[in-house]
């Protein structure tokens, strides 16, 4: 079965940087859609950005608020994930998973959680003001 593990999450101050990965094990599809969420307290899970694995290209998804901020990358070689954050923001703080789509192509699972049928333990980030 396919399996994810997160490393890379930390604390930063506000404005600061941090890069997540994502390693990616027991991958026998041709690709799969795969995406970063988040998790705050108290909030409901909600997805950041996807792309296809491996070799999607330069076709991405974003959520709004991380547009122009964040940016999912793929290195299939490494048979890792990517999300590089740049200009972070408190609101930004919260746990973050690495996740897999199951049968479903990115245009059709994304943001929808439930479309996402493998995911990773999670890594923290917070921002501070």
């Known amino acids: 079965q396919v399996q994810l593990l997160e490393s890379g999450g930390g604390s930063v101050q506000a404005g600061g940087s941090l890069r997540l990965s994502c390693t990616v094990s027991g991958f026998t599809d041709s690709s799969l859609c795969m995406g970063w969420f988040r998790q705050a307290p108290g909030k409901e899970r909600e997805g950041v950005a996807a792309v296809i694995y491996p070799g999607g290209g330069d076709t991405t998804w974003y959520d709004d608020s991380v547009k122009g901020r964040f940016t999912i990358s793929q290195d299939g070689s490494k048979n890792t994930l990517y999300l590089q954050m740049d200009s972070l923001k408190p609101e930004d703080t919260a746990m973050y998973y690495c996740?897999?789509?199951?049968?479903?192509?990115?245009?059709?699972?994304?943001?929808?959680?439930?479309?996402?049928?493998?995911w990773g333990q999670g890594t923290q980030v917070t921002v501070s003001s």
């Open positions: 996740a897999a789509g199951r049968g479903v192509p990115c245009y059709a699972a994304w943001p929808r959680a439930a479309a996402f049928g493998y």
